[in-house]
């Protein structure tokens, strides 16, 4: 219950709060500030880091309303969801307490704040959904209207989508926020915040009833997901949730679009991250920004960035698709000039696809429409370069629309650089509409008349610092200092006094006054009518300039491909549909390009079903194995994404799913030894491989004994190559020799090795790859190199001769380790290492 002294705007405050869940922070409109009040101020306060006050006991903070938007997005990066409560009357006209109403909540999924959206990526909010078996998942982005939905095979995919999409927000509905596979996402890396949602709204009947009613259909089989209950179940929900829920406007979401599976190459979250697609794992190389999208990404636009990054975590399997890519790469690659010009287009062209969805959603200022002007300028050229060209690029053409009315109408209309704010005024062009130039007029010539005034008045009383002023209270007035008040004609009316001066109005002066505000009152309004109305007209074509955004987008990434395949010196990949992979002088896109790498090593790669199944590389510590095995891997997801590649000539099977197994590391947070990762990612992959997957293993059994490390190594590389149903074209890097036998008893399974110069005790990496086992590791060189103590290298190269000669004991320990070798020397005795 309210306090019975509490005051009226109190009272409307709880109302308001009241209504609101309790994770929410209530910003509250009074005057130029948005207030907070009780725990939402102790809340903010320690987040913003800004003053807590109390009045009448009541604790409060404060954020500026002109300055809102950095602290909503620090509340919002906080996890904190925030309500914005606004004046909806004016307080002039206001009889009792203004009327104040929330207008829209703001969560990490649907922050607009263009300071906080990165251009290149999308900013997702995600509904996700189980019905039955199936897992339903809904992606929306607010800030471009893009909205699709995907029915992933198991939750692996499921996780695997949120760690590529990286979701700002995931809504599920309550009753399966605790189920074991939902509970079990990760959430963290992607830093997106999870909120439940009530389950009728993920339900079917209400689901489909939402996207009915929102896109003003009958049926959704248009769309092509008419079946797709569990995901229209999340996507129904997530409309609901920012709709209703959120109160916001949702407009320009036009379409939605159906991601099926089974187009593209499964790419599970630790074969992106173990590949370093888009984020480095080694925070010493986050200097360089090594990763496969860094290096590609040369991109001219926005839609373009942000495409391109889902092309490189989502690469296609169809050798149609991925050669019709191809196609137009190498259309480009063969024509510079006609490259720079295209290029040379989209980088005039501005983020149309995030602007027409703030333009449509009235937070577009003047700017926003000018950008759109600017950039729709471009269309028909653009359009006129890809029509006739054959390829991908002629049906991209034909999917963009110029818009000539709109760049007129823009042209005419906005100024060439008009102001963030529409209430400063001067957005609308001169000559555009005759009532506002009189206007505009009317006003110049009051600001002159001023000044004449002030020249004429300070001539008649001889007062030679006569000043007209301005100010709210009294409008315009004359300011005259007190040592020449005795020369203040009769007819100035006194209007105020202060310390050294005194203030006068004349009639004359009052009766210019209102002519002018009155003026330029009417003008700013004008403008406002017809700033509103010239954006009533721009968003009329929201679908036409959502579909040239999409194809702007493709004819930016396939431009940007044939960009870098140019400059790092890629070819075209050959695909094909046998499985078969070759390779010549093949190069690792980001290790090449790191700027204080060596020279790096060309190396050609062959992998088939018959005789190059199983690759195994042997060879020192730090020759090149784990890169040569990944420069496979990025050169075949390179090729599935439509680009280029790093190699003198490649032709590429194609292939299903790219597994990797690499490294060491605890994930402790989630219980896991290393050895238990490892085992974990193995048994993985020997279950969900296929004969048309590649797989890429750096070490396997390393996290365990000798003995039994081998063993597993070892049965774990006859199972791939043994199995009729597997035979995945398999690169096995080791430090295990023994495995070298393979090659002798199956004809599938290859060596090969790293080659080195060895000279005394010290060795030169060479970096190519030739047939045949590597001999030994030289794992006590390389230790030299990395500066170990002498007296531990010598120790290890005795145990090392032990070794050799006595073999493991039964334990997998060395046996003839224990024994103090004679050439032990005196002050290193304390590191008998066994
Ligand atoms: N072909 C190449 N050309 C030039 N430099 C290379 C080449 N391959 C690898 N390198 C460089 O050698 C370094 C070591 O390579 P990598 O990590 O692949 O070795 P490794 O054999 O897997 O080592 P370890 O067995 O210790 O894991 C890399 O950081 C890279 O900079």
């Not at 309303?65 to 004016?90: P, T």
């Not at 009728?200 to 689901?207: G, I, K, M, V, Y």
């Not at 079946?227 to 229209?232: E, G, N």
Request: aromatic share 6%; glycine share 6%; charged share 25%.
């Amino acid at each position: 219950m309210a306090d019975k002294k509490e005051t009226p705007m109190m009272q409307q405050y709880r109302t308001i709060r009241r209504e609101l869940p309790e994770d929410t922070i209530l910003f509250f409109r009074l005057g130029d500030f948005y207030e907070m009040f009780f725990d939402d101020a102790k809340t903010a306060s320690d987040i913003l880091g800004i003053t807590l006050t109390k009045r009448h006991n009541t604790p409060m903070c404060g954020v500026p309303y002109h300055s809102a938007g950095g602290y909503l997005e620090r509340l919002v990066k906080a996890g904190v969801k925030v309500a914005i409560c606004e004046q909806i009357e004016d307080p002039a006209t206001a009889k009792g307490v203004v009327k104040r109403d929330v207008t829209r909540i703001i969560t990490p999924g649907t922050i607009l704040d263009e300071v906080t959206l990165e251009g290149n990526q999308n900013n997702f909010l995600a509904g996700l959904y189980k019905e039955k078996n199936r897992y339903g998942m809904a992606m929306l982005d607010l800030s471009t209207g893009e909205f699709w939905i995907e029915e992933p095979e198991d939750v692996l995919s499921v996780q695997s989508n949120l760690s590529r999409y990286a979701p700002a927000e995931c809504i599920v509905a309550e009753e399966q926020m605790d189920t074991p596979e939902f509970s079990e996402l990760t959430l963290e890396a992607t830093n997106t915040l999870l909120t439940a949602c009530e389950d009728w709204t993920f339900e079917t009947a209400s689901a489909n009833d939402f996207l009915l009613r929102h896109f003003n259909v009958h049926s959704l089989e248009g769309f092509g997901c008419s079946a797709m209950s569990a995901a229209l179940g999340a996507a129904g929900a997530v409309l609901y949730y920012c709709k209703t829920e959120l109160r916001r406007n949702l407009d320009h979401v036009r379409t939605i679009r159906v991601k099926n599976p089974a187009d593209y190459m499964l790419l599970d979250e630790t074969t992106a991250s173990n590949l370093e697609l888009v984020v480095p794992i080694n925070s010493n190389r986050q200097a360089y920004k090594a990763t496969l999208l860094n290096v590609l990404d040369s991109t001219c636009t926005a839609m373009g960035g942000r495409l391109l990054r889902e092309w490189v975590l989502r690469p296609l399997n169809n050798l149609e698709q991925i050669n019709a890519r191809h196609d137009a790469v190498e259309l480009m690659t063969n024509n510079q000039t006609y490259l720079r010009s295209l290029r040379d287009i989209l980088g005039d062209i501005k983020d149309i696809e995030r602007l027409i969805s703030r333009i449509g959603s009235t937070t577009g200022n003047p700017r926003d429409v000018r950008a759109m002007g600017v950039s729709l300028q471009q269309m028909p050229l653009m359009k006129s370069l890809l029509i006739n060209k054959g390829t991908m690029l002629e049906i991209l053409g034909e999917q963009i629309t110029s818009l000539p009315e709109i760049v007129a109408l823009i042209e005419s209309a906005i100024v060439d650089e008009p102001p963030i704010n529409l209430k400063d005024g001067g957005v609308i062009r001169e000559g555009y509409h005759p009532e506002l130039d009189e206007l505009r007029d009317a006003a110049t010539q009051g600001r002159k008349w001023l000044a004449d005034f002030q020249a004429s008045e300070m001539e008649r009383t001889g007062i030679k610092n006569l000043k007209v002023r301005h100010n709210k209270v009294f409008g315009y007035y004359i300011e005259v200092s007190k040592a020449n008040v005795a020369l203040v004609p009769e007819d100035y009316i006194r209007k105020q006094t202060l310390v050294n001066a005194e203030r006068y109005i004349t009639p004359e002066l009052k009766e210019y006054e209102n002519k002018i505000f009155g003026a330029q009152e009417r003008s700013v309004a004008l403008e406002q009518e017809i700033f509103n109305e010239v954006r009533r007209r721009v968003v009329d074509h929201l679908e036409t300039i959502q579909k040239n955004a999409l194809a702007i987008g493709q004819v930016d990434v396939l431009a940007t491909f044939a960009d870098r395949a140019l400059a790092n010196n890629y070819t075209r990949p050959l695909m094909n549909d046998d499985g078969r992979l070759d390779i010549k002088d093949g190069r690792h896109a980001v290790v090449e390009q790191m700027p204080d790498a060596e020279r790096f090593v060309p190396n050609d790669t062959r992998l088939d079903r018959e005789t190059h199944q199983l690759i195994i590389i042997t060879g020192p510590n730090m020759a090149g194995k784990s890169t040569y095995i990944r420069q496979v891997a990025l050169i075949t997801i390179m090729a599935h994404m439509g680009g280029f590649v790093p190699a003198a000539k490649a032709e590429i099977g194609i292939v299903d799913r790219v597994f990797t197994r690499v490294g060491a590391s605890d994930d402790l947070a989630r219980g896991r030894s290393t050895f238990m990762v490892e085992m974990q990612e193995t048994a993985n992959i020997l279950n969900n491989a296929t004969p048309k997957s590649l797989i890429v293993l750096d070490e396997i059994g390393r996290g365990t004994s000798t003995f039994d490390g081998i063993s597993i190594a070892w049965s774990v590389a006859e199972f791939l190559c043994k199995n009729e149903d597997m035979k995945a074209k398999t690169l096995f890097a080791t430090h295990y020799h023994e495995l070298t036998d393979l090659a002798l008893t199956l004809q599938n399974v290859q060596n090969f090795s790293v080659l080195v110069k060895e000279k005394g005790d010290s060795i030169t990496f060479l970096r190519k790859i030739v047939p045949g086992a590597a001999d030994k590791s030289y794992g006590i060189q390389v230790a030299r190199l990395a500066g170990l103590p002498n007296a531990v290298i010598e120790r290890a190269n005795d145990i090392l001769t032990n070794l050799e000669e006595g073999e493991l004991g039964d334990t997998g320990q060395p046996k003839l380790a224990r024994k103090r070798p004679h050439k032990l020397k005196a002050n290193i005795s304390q590191l008998d290492l066994f």
